[in-house]
């Protein structure tokens, strides 16, 4: 394949967790991989390096505070400078932190309705001209949260609910040149804040598969929505073990 001819992934987010992971599988699929980051920045680098000794310049590095709505443009454009083309958002990048009800701030709901609603739509609109041309495919990362929402983060719960809205009104405003679709992970990576194992284990009581997720659950995922979901647009799909049946 020549270097033109490669799709390029923009994953926001993507220096760590499950974004790293992504960036991992597509680039291992023989993409091109743009990994923005935001404080990641010796993971970021760690990254870049690990995968440009595979296979030389295939990955590019972009710093933003994401909040920053007018820089959104100048990534997309630095994007198109590097590699010519742009075939696959992934909107991973978003913040999770509880908000129990009296102790809500405005930051709170500007923050996590920012990461997870607003920098997606702002980033996919202006990344739809690019996508059009190349009749590629937007991917939100969502949460089975979003219908069933979680005791004492009502507003991480909206700000995906609001992600799911957001999937379904761009498949419907970008068709039919541009799929999109999210993907609703489970049990994948417990919160870097502690969690004790009573708890742990009475959440995978829940799940009918007894046994939480792997990043690389949502990375097949996200691989099989570029490369084998042609005729799937507006879907969410739950990665999760089956527990929203036991919900």
């Not at 790293?20 to 923005?36: D, E, F, P, Y």
């Not at 009800?101 to 990461?115: F, K, V």
């Not at 609910?161 to 068709?175: D, R």
């Not at 919160?191 to 959440?203: A, L, S, Y």
Request: with cysteine; aromatic share 4%; glycine share 6%.
């Amino acid at each position: 394949m020549q270097p033109q001819d490669r799709k390029v992934v923009f994953i926001t987010g993507g220096a760590k967790r499950i974004g790293a992971t992504i960036a991992r599988h597509v680039h291992k699929a023989g993409m091109n991989v743009v990994i923005h980051y935001h404080h990641s920045e010796t993971a970021a680098h760690t990254l870049q390096t690990e995968l440009n000794r595979q296979r030389p310049d295939s990955t590019l590095l972009l710093q933003a505070d994401l909040h920053n709505v007018s820089k959104l443009n100048s990534m997309i454009h630095q994007i198109i400078e590097y590699y010519g083309r742009l075939d696959v958002l992934v909107n991973n990048a978003s913040s999770f932190y509880p908000t129990p009800i009296g102790q809500i701030t405005e930051h709170d709901w500007d923050d996590l309705l920012g990461t997870n609603v607003k920098i997606p739509l702002f980033l996919s609109q202006t990344a739809a001209p690019h996508l059009t041309k190349v009749e590629g495919c937007i991917i939100n990362l969502a949460d089975i949260h979003a219908e069933r929402p979680l005791k004492t983060h009502p507003v991480y719960s909206i700000a995906k609910a609001g992600i799911v809205m957001l999937t379904k009104s761009l498949a419907k405003e970008l068709g039919p040149h541009v799929r999109v679709n999210a993907i609703a992970p489970g049990v994948i990576l417990w919160p870097q804040k502690d969690i004790d194992e009573v708890t742990k284990q009475r959440i995978i009581s829940m799940i009918p598969l007894k046994r939480h997720g792997d990043p690389n659950d949502i990375a097949q995922a996200a691989l099989f929505l570029m490369q084998d979901a042609n005729y799937i647009t507006g879907q969410v799909i739950a990665v999760d073990g089956g527990r929203t049946v036991n919900q």
